[in-house]
């Protein structure tokens, strides 16, 4: 892979269990730790989480 690939990790909990460090260990594999850019869901995207509440 090229040196300048980024990764994003979306990770459906907030907790860093196993499917976590699986995902992060294949980042790894592919880029640089500064190069992985990580998102947990729903914390960090409260507002759309709770508009979801809002349909259901």
Same mark, same amino acid.
């Given at each position: 892979? @090229?040196? =300048?690939?980024?990764?994003? %990790?979306? +990770? #459906?909990? +907030? /907790?860093?269990?196993?499917?976590? +460090?699986? #995902?992060?260990? *294949? $980042? *790894?594999? *592919?880029?640089?730790? @500064? =190069?992985? !850019? @990580?998102? !947990? %869901?729903?914390? =960090? !995207?409260? +507002?759309? $989480?709770? #508009? &979801?509440? /809002? &349909?259901?």
């Amino acid at each position: 892979m @090229e040196e =300048d690939s980024k990764v994003a %990790l979306i +990770n #459906g909990q +907030n /907790h860093k269990g196993s499917s976590y +460090n699986t #995902g992060k260990i *294949l $980042a *790894l594999k *592919l880029t640089s730790e @500064e =190069d992985i !850019f @990580e998102i !947990f %869901l729903p914390k =960090d !995207f409260i +507002n759309t $989480a709770w #508009g &979801v509440i /809002h &349909v259901l």
